[in-house]
């Protein structure tokens, strides 16, 4: 039952702090999700993203999840961000 975690760093905001939905029985998940992080292009140049996957674990077992890896992307290395983005 995997999920990840998004964290936009270094800023410790809640806000910036994102999960996706948990899908079930599957080993191989992809995941259609988009999060939006509302600030000026300047700021999000000196941000990185950091994608933390994770298994779910059922209700009666003894942990409540298990670390199945991470990656970390440096925003300023996407060749796209300089260009503004709008929904």
């Known amino acids: 039952d995997p999920y990840a975690r998004v964290y936009l760093m270094p800023d410790e905001k ?3 702090k994102r999960k996706t939905k948990i899908i079930k029985h599957n ?10 992080y509302p600030m000026a292009l300047s700021h999000a140049l000196n941000k990185h993203l950091i994608i933390n996957l994770k298994d779910e674990r059922g209700l009666f077992q ?26």
């Open 62 to 87: 003894r942990q409540d999840s298990v670390f199945l890896g991470e990656v970390t992307i440096n925003l300023q290395t996407i060749p796209s961000i300089t260009t503004p983005y709008t929904r």
């Open 14 to 16: 809640p806000s910036y």
């Open 27 to 36: 080993l191989n998940p992809i995941w259609q999700e988009t999060f939006d």
